[in-house]
């Protein structure tokens, strides 16, 4: 085994052991691209070796997915498999783990129809709606990581090869996740420590409002009275920590609905279903979103906005 070997297999075992935190007869869902076989059957190892019941694999694959954009109508889009919905409703309420593994090329779907990926991602939301608020409250154990791919590589490493792009990006991918490290375990209880520091902190100040003032941003943020910030890990409703994201480095809240005020600007490309959204700018009054601009990818940033009601705040 190789070095490059050996730290993909303390990857997926960190993956298991701290993402998800695998339980003796529980079920484990992988959601990956057919790109990450390699890393998706390490996890699955590792995870029958913590004594994973079952290990349940939902492949995508970036080309299938883009032919269907090119291709399919409309209505296919404003529809979503009852039966994928169905099993991810029915393993969350049996108490199920998932792992959700993400390595797409950040340009999979440019210059696709932006109302048909609209609509696929309303028809998801729906049909998705009772898993996800299993996920959201952490009802269930989850977590999201990512693996390397080429065309996600050489859009961070244009320079390289893509050999040279793709052993750049796992190494970074190594590196945030904490799995190059000799005990990832001991460095994730660590990481979630100090963050839990910061967290008594910000509760023990009860701030009222927040203020971020920086170029092209100058927003208020009003936070309800009773708010409480969390941050790293959590607790799934059968008393299991996990860590839902690897890397984070995040503590947050939730913001006054009606309390949100002025205008915030990315300072990264952000990468959303398939596309790249850059340099944009979001304006708000009284808590709800009244203005988009992006030099790139803004008809994708509007719909996402405009999906419902909800998602103008």
């Given at each position: 085994?190789?070095?490059?070997?050996?730290q993909?297999?303390?990857?997926?075992?960190?993956?298991?052991?701290?993402?998800?935190?695998?339980?003796?007869?529980q079920?484990?869902?992988?959601?990956?691209?057919?790109?990450?076989?390699?890393?998706?059957?390490?996890?699955a190892?590792?995870?029958?070796?913590r004594?994973?019941?079952?290990?349940?694999i939902?492949?995508?694959?970036g080309?299938?997915?883009?032919?269907?954009?090119?291709?399919?109508?409309?209505?296919v889009?404003?529809?979503?498999?009852?039966w994928?919905a169905?099993?991810m409703e029915?393993?969350?309420?049996?108490?199920?783990?998932?792992?959700?593994?993400?390595?797409?090329?950040?340009?999979?779907?440019?210059g696709?129809?932006?109302?048909?990926?609209?609509a696929?991602q309303?028809?998801?939301?729906?049909?998705?709606?009772?898993?996800r608020?299993?996920v959201q409250?952490?009802?269930?154990?989850?977590?999201?990581?990512?693996a390397?791919?080429?065309?996600?590589?050489?859009?961070?490493f244009?320079?390289q090869?893509?050999?040279?792009?793709?052993?750049?990006?796992?190494?970074?991918?190594?590196?945030?996740?904490?799995?190059?490290?000799?005990?990832?375990?001991?460095?994730?209880?660590?990481h979630?420590?100090?963050?839990?520091?910061?967290v008594?902190?910000?509760?023990?100040?009860?701030?009222h409002?927040?203020?971020y003032?920086?170029?092209?941003?100058d927003?208020?943020?009003?936070?309800?009275?009773?708010?409480i910030?969390?941050?790293?890990?959590?607790v799934?409703?059968?008393?299991?920590?996990?860590m839902?994201?690897?890397p984070t480095?995040?503590?947050?809240t939730?913001?006054?609905?009606?309390?949100?005020?002025?205008?915030?600007s990315s300072?990264?490309?952000?990468?959303?279903?398939?596309?790249?959204i850059?340099?944009?700018?979001?304006?708000?009054?009284?808590?709800r979103i009244?203005?988009?601009?992006?030099?790139e990818?803004?008809d994708i940033?509007?719909?996402?906005?405009?999906?419902?009601?909800?998602?103008?705040?």
């Amino acid at each position: 085994m190789n070095s490059f070997e050996k730290q993909l297999d303390q990857y997926a075992k960190t993956i298991v052991e701290v993402g998800v935190n695998v339980q003796k007869e529980q079920e484990v869902v992988v959601s990956a691209s057919t790109e990450s076989a390699d890393l998706v059957r390490l996890v699955a190892k590792h995870a029958y070796e913590r004594g994973a019941k079952n290990v349940h694999i939902r492949w995508s694959d970036g080309v299938l997915a883009r032919l269907k954009y090119e291709h399919a109508p409309q209505d296919v889009f404003e529809q979503f498999p009852e039966w994928e919905a169905q099993m991810m409703e029915t393993i969350a309420k049996r108490g199920g783990a998932f792992i959700t593994i993400l390595s797409e090329s950040p340009d999979l779907l440019r210059g696709i129809d932006s109302k048909k990926i609209a609509a696929q991602q309303k028809a998801a939301g729906s049909a998705l709606h009772t898993y996800r608020q299993y996920v959201q409250s952490d009802k269930v154990a989850w977590t999201v990581v990512g693996a390397a791919s080429k065309d996600w590589a050489k859009k961070i490493f244009p320079d390289q090869t893509d050999e040279e792009a793709v052993a750049l990006l796992w190494d970074q991918i190594f590196k945030v996740a904490r799995a190059d490290q000799a005990d990832p375990v001991e460095a994730w209880k660590k990481h979630d420590e100090l963050l839990n520091e910061k967290v008594k902190i910000l509760n023990e100040r009860h701030y009222h409002k927040l203020h971020y003032d920086a170029p092209g941003t100058d927003l208020t943020i009003e936070l309800p009275e009773q708010h409480i910030w969390v941050g790293a890990g959590s607790v799934s409703e059968r008393g299991v920590s996990f860590m839902a994201n690897m890397p984070t480095e995040e503590v947050f809240t939730v913001p006054k609905k009606d309390g949100v005020n002025g205008t915030v600007s990315s300072t990264k490309p952000l990468s959303y279903a398939g596309n790249i959204i850059d340099e944009f700018t979001l304006t708000f009054e009284n808590g709800r979103i009244v203005d988009v601009k992006a030099k790139e990818g803004e008809d994708i940033l509007t719909s996402l906005v405009e999906t419902d009601e909800g998602s103008h705040y």
